[in-house]
């Protein structure tokens, strides 16, 4: 089987192919090393043999250059959401547009789909409601888990919104070209070769830090630092993409919501915690009181439908997502510093 991942240079795109490399299939990659940190996970793919197209995702005359794959993982995006307010026609060309050329691409060549959705979809003032306090002043406890009936009516910030749209078009070419597809909305992902930034991947700057002595802030909802979020370790979502694979001709056109769920949540406070104690480094950790218009409070995953289709959970706990991280940044200090 010959597969395309897009976004292969990205986090998640490099681990899923690697992976999937690893099980002999036949893996290439499109990405325009547009993010900061693509460019060494680059030298992963060649390392490995894996081509990668440097190549614009929403320009679908540039796809014309490449082969037919029989799946396709689109993992290509401008990810973070805090950008999607200000850089309104790259979040729309790459996320929107990219996947619809993408799904262009499938109805020529008859390949299936495997789509990286988001968390994101849902309205940010249902997430607030959740938790009722603008201050948050204890860590949450695990309350409502949100799923894939969970209603996605309201603003959600542009990249949420362009997610949306992106599973709409999916679903839509579906009905009327028949493409195959799986759509796996997933919360926070975390795990070795991610380049976190403030706004996109916090596991992997708040550790990057911590090794680095750098300075970080609570941000929001009073700056206590008790947000939470589950955090699914990279591992975990690349072992559910390899058994979708394998029973894609049984199992398809499905939405999925994937996430650590209870098995991997944490608070800032104590992703803190955990830093200091792997890192041995303490950090005197700002406040910014202020909160995001994007800012969410809560997000913790309900796997129940993906547990029971597929027989999948995720293996690895917030402190196995956090010491692989780990290792792999202390292990690559010098080489990563001019990624981040
Ligand atoms: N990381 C997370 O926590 C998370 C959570 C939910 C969903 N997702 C989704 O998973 C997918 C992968 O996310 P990630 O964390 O690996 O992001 P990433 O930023 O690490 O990877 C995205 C890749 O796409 C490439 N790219 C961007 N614009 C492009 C363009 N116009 N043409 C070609 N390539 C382009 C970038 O260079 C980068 O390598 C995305 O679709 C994202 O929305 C991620």
């Avoid at 406890?141 to 709409?168: C, D, F, H, P, R």
């Avoid at 991947?201 to 979020?229: C, D, E, M, P, T």
Wanted: hydrophobic share 35%; net charge positive; proline share 1%.
């Amino acid at each position: 089987m010959k597969i395309l991942v897009t976004g292969g240079c990205g986090f998640v795109g490099t681990n899923i192919a690697l992976f999937l490399s690893k099980k002999k299939y036949k893996v290439q990659s499109l990405d325009n090393l547009s993010r900061k940190g693509s460019k060494y996970n680059l030298n992963l793919l060649k390392k490995n043999n894996i081509k990668n197209y440097n190549l614009d995702i929403s320009k679908l005359n540039s796809l014309k250059k490449i082969p037919k794959y029989n799946l396709i993982i689109d993992c290509c995006a401008e990810a973070a959401v805090e950008v999607s307010k200000k850089k309104i026609d790259t979040v729309i060309n790459t996320n929107l547009i990219g996947t619809i050329n993408i799904l262009k691409k499938a109805k020529k060549d008859n390949s299936k789909i495997i789509f990286l959705s988001s968390s994101r979809v849902y309205p940010i003032n249902l997430l607030n409601k959740i938790v009722k306090n603008k201050k948050i002043k204890k860590t949450l406890t695990v309350k409502k888990k949100i799923n894939e009936s969970t209603s996605t009516q309201g603003a959600k910030s542009i990249y949420g919104l362009t997610k949306l749209a992106s599973e709409m078009f999916i679903e839509e070419f579906s009905y009327a070209f028949g493409i195959k597809y799986l759509i796996n909305r997933c919360g926070v992902i975390s795990g070795p070769l991610q380049f976190g930034k403030q706004d996109q991947g916090f596991v992997s700057l708040w550790i990057w830090n911590h090794i680095n002595k750098k300075n970080l802030n609570y941000i929001g909802y009073g700056a206590y630092g008790n947000q939470i979020r589950d955090v699914l370790h990279v591992n975990d979502l690349c072992n559910l993409i390899l058994i979708q694979i394998k029973k894609f001709n049984r199992i398809s056109n499905k939405l999925f919501t994937v996430g650590g769920s209870k098995k991997s949540y944490t608070s800032l406070k104590n992703l803190t915690f955990i830093c200091e104690k792997i890192t041995k480094n303490k950090l005197k950790i700002g406040k910014k009181t202020k909160t995001s218009i994007y800012d969410i409070p809560y997000y913790i995953t309900n796997n129940n439908y993906v547990s029971k289709i597929y027989k999948w959970k995720p293996k690895k706990s917030i402190y196995d997502v956090i010491k692989d991280t780990y290792i792999w940044l202390s292990n690559n200090k010098k080489i990563l510093k001019k990624y981040f």
